[in-house]
């Protein structure tokens, strides 16, 4: 089956960085693009970032432009995200996402949970 763990989460103060995994597997992780989508308390699902599945093309949201980084290991059949210059305003479940062809991301992991505070 399809199984997408993340890991990484943590306490981190303003400025901090820290770097989320999510291990993939159950289906051809090379075929696939990813992407990020994170929950702040209270508030909905925001998509934040996706990568091709070559890992040449990525996309981010204007709210992480130039702060987070999007990767990805296909060897180890493993995704990243980098996040550095943290706000506490990025304080969110971040969950990685398998993409079907369409663009629709049709499977989800548990999350991890970043906590940006003092």
């Known amino acids: 089956e399809v199984q997408l763990v993340e890991s990484g989460g943590g306490l981190v103060q303003p400025g901090g960085s820290l770097r989320l995994s999510c291990a993939a597997s159950?289906?051809?992780?090379?075929?696939?693009?990813m992407s990020w989508v994170r929950q702040a308390p209270g508030k909905g699902l925001e998509w934040v970032s996706s990568?091709?599945?070559?890992?040449?093309?990525?996309y981010y949201a204007d709210s992480v432009k130039g702060r987070f980084t999007i990767s990805r290991d296909n060897a180890k059949n493993t995704l990243y995200l980098q996040l550095n210059s943290l706000k506490t305003e990025d304080t969110a479940m971040y969950y990685c996402?398998?993409?079907?062809?369409?663009?629709?991301?049709?499977?989800w992991g548990k999350g991890t949970l970043v906590t940006i505070s003092l």
């Open positions: 996402a398998k993409e079907e062809y369409s663009g629709e991301m049709d499977c």
């Open positions: 159950g289906f051809t992780f090379n075929n696939y693009a």
């Open positions: 990568i091709n599945s070559g890992g040449g093309l990525t």
